[in-house]
C-alpha cells in the first residue's frame, strides 16, 4: 500500500534553530469505526503526522480502513501495532476495552489519545492515569470542542468584552435516529446516552463553572438496562447546570450559558461548535462564526501532536484532573439511574 504522509518525509526528533521542521509523530489506531474515521480525515489536515498502522479484530474492516486511509500497516494484532514504529495511538474502540488497550499502549511506550469517555468508570480511569504517570507517557482525552476555533474565539472574546460569571449551563442532545444495533443501546458495550453523549454535557458544565459539588439525575432505561433519557442536574463552585442526554427523543444539541451581563447560545450542534451569539444585557447581539475543517478532529489532534513534540505529559487543556471529574459526574448520575456495567 503506498504510504502516506501529511508533510514533507524529512523530519528531525530534535529539531534545531537550523532545521525548524516539527518531529513527524507516526499514529497507530486501535479500533477503526466511526470515530477511527473521522480521525484520518483530521489527521490528514494536522502537519508533520502519519498514520501508519491499524489494528481492528475484524480483520475485513480493518482492512478497509487501510485502505480508504493508505494505512502501510495492518496489523495482525495488538503486540504486533504496538511494536510499529509508532509514537502516538488513537484508542477508538467502546468504553468498555478503552483501559485495556490504553494501557497496553502506555506500557509499551506510546503515547495515547483516547476516545471520549476515556473509561468506562473511575476506578477504569485511575488505571489508564497510573499507567500513563508509571510510563512517562502523554495521556489524553479525546474531548474535541475546546480546541474548535468557534470555542476559542468565543473565550477571547468573552475575556476582553466580558458578560460576568457564568452561572448557569444548559446544554444537552437526544439522537432517536441510531439504528437498533448502535453501540449505545447496550450495556456490555458501556453504552447509555450518558456514557455515549453525556461526557460532552459533563466538559462543558465543568469548563464554565469549575468542580462538582453535586450531582441529580433522573431518566429511563432501555430494555438492555442503559439509560435511554437522563436529566441531570449539577451544582458546582461557581453555579449550575441542567443538562440532558437521550437516544429515544430527538433535540436540538445547542447550548447556553448565562450570566448576570448577558447570555451565549452555542448554536447546535454544540459539541462541533461552529456558530456562537452572545446577547449582552445593554441590548447588543455578537455573532461568532467560525467554521471548522477536515471534520474537527484535526484541533485537538493538533494539540496532542504539539504536547508530545514538546515532552508534555498532560494537556493542560484536558487535565487528567478535568478527565477524572467529568467520569465520576458520569458515573454518580449514571449510577442514580440504577445502570451498572458488567464487572461493576
Ligand atoms: N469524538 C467524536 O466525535 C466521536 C464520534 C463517534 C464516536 N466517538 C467515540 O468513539 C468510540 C467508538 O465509537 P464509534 O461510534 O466509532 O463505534 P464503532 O463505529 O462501532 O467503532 C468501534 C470500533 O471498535 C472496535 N471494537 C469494539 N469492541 C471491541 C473489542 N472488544 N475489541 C476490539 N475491538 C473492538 C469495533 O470493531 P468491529 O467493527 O469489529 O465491531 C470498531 O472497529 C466511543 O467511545 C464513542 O463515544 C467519538
Known amino acids: 500500500m503506498p504510504?502516506?504522509?501529511n508533510q514533507p518525509q524529512h523530519h528531525s526528533r530534535r529539531p534545531s534553530a537550523v532545521n525548524a521542521q516539527p518531529e513527524l509523530i507516526r499514529w497507530g489506531v486501535i479500533g477503526p469505526g466511526r470515530a477511527a474515521g473521522r480521525f484520518a480525515q483530521g489527521l490528514a489536515g494536522v502537519p508533520n503526522t502519519a498514520l501508519h498502522a491499524v489494528w481492528g479484530r475484524n480483520p475485513a474492516r480493518a482492512l478497509d480502513y487501510a485502505q480508504r486511509f493508505n494505512v502501510p500497516h495492518l496489523a495482525a494484532d495488538i503486540p504486533s501495532l504496538l511494536a510499529a514504529p509508532i509514537q502516538a495511538v488513537y484508542v477508538a474502540t467502546h468504553p468498555d476495552t478503552h483501559a485495556a488497550f490504553c494501557c497496553a499502549a502506555l506500557d509499551s511506550g506510546k503515547?495515547?489519545?483516547?476516545e471520549k469517555p476515556a473509561a468506562l468508570n473511575v476506578p477504569q480511569l485511575e488505571s489508564i492515569l497510573e499507567?500513563?504517570?508509571?510510563n512517562g507517557r502523554l495521556f489524553m482525552e479525546a474531548m474535541k470542542p475546546p480546541f474548535f476555533p468557534l470555542y476559542q474565539k468565543l473565550r477571547a472574546r468573552l475575556a476582553a468584552d466580558p458578560i460576568g460569571s457564568i452561572g448557569f449551563v444548559r446544554a444537552g442532545h437526544c439522537d432517536s435516529t441510531l439504528s437498533p444495533d448502535y453501540?449505545?443501546?447496550?450495556r456490555e458495550l458501556g453504552g447509555g446516552s450518558i456514557l455515549g453523549i453525556g461526557p460532552y454535557e459533563a466538559f462543558l458544565a465543568l469548563d464554565w463553572l469549575g468542580d462538582l459539588k453535586?450531582?441529580?439525575?433522573i431518566g429511563r432505561l432501555n430494555e438492555h438496562g442503559v439509560d435511554s433519557f437522563a436529566l441531570f442536574q449539577t451544582e458546582h463552585a461557581r453555579g449550575m447546570a441542567q443538562l440532558h442526554t437521550g437516544i429515544d427523543l430527538l433535540s436540538l444539541g445547542d447550548a447556553l450559558l448565562c450570566a448576570p451581563g448577558g447570555y451565549v447560545r452555542i448554536h447546535a450542534n454544540w459539541w462541533n461548535p461552529a456558530r456562537a451569539t452572545i446577547h449582552y444585557r445593554d441590548g447588543r447581539e455578537v455573532l461568532l462564526d467560525e467554521p471548522f475543517l477536515h471534520g474537527g478532529f484535526n484541533y485537538e489532534t493538533a494539540h496532542f501532536c504539539n504536547l508530545v513534540r514538546g515532552g508534555n505529559r498532560e494537556s493542560p487543556e484536558i487535565t487528567h484532573a478535568l478527565s477524572l471529574a467529568m467520569a465520576r459526574l458520569l458515573q454518580d448520575a449514571r449510577l442514580q439511574l440504577g445502570v451498572q456495567f458488567p464487572g461493576e
Open 214 to 217: 453535586r450531582v441529580h439525575a
Open 111 to 114: 503515547h495515547v489519545l483516547c
Open 3 to 5: 504510504r502516506r504522509q
Open 131 to 134: 499507567a500513563a504517570h508509571r
Open 183 to 186: 453501540p449505545l443501546h447496550f
